[in-house]
Nanobody, 113 residues
Framework: QVQLVESGGGLVQAGGSLRLSCAAS????????MGWYRQGPGKQRELVAS???????NYADSVKGRFTISRDNRNKRVYLQMNSLKPEDTAVYYC???????WGQGTQVTVSS
């Protein structure tokens, strides 16, 4: 059974940085595409960044150049380094494995102006 646990969220001032981590359990982690999503207040959940099993990455236009996704297959973790944070980045950030219904519980990121 897949379990995903996010950590690393918090309150930060605009321009600051945070590093989110997602720890996964279950088999075949390295074979799955992994993604970070976010849902801001009153907004729909959106894809922030994804990384394939081969390490290819994809980013939402709004975070390109500021966020970096990476993965550690040995330790079954995926990371999201967030730099130059903006108030509009405030959201609950979720980790997702594959394209099915495997989500973490989310971690809150709040960016103050």
């Amino acid at each position: 059974q897949v379990q995903l646990v996010e950590s690393g969220g918090g309150l930060v001032q605009a321009g600051g940085s945070l590093r989110l981590s997602c720890a996964a359990s279950g088999s075949f982690f390295s074979a799955y595409i992994m993604g970070w999503y976010r849902q801001g207040p009153g907004k729909q959940r959106e894809l922030v960044a994804s990384i394939t099993s081969g390490g290819s990455t994809n980013y939402a236009d709004s975070v390109k150049g500021r966020f970096t996704i990476s993965r550690d297959n040995r330790n079954k973790r995926v990371y999201l380094q967030m730099n130059s944070l903006k108030p509009e980045d405030t959201a609950v950030y979720y980790c997702r494995q594959g394209t099915g219904n495997y989500w973490g519980q989310g971690t809150q990121v709040t960016v103050s102006s």
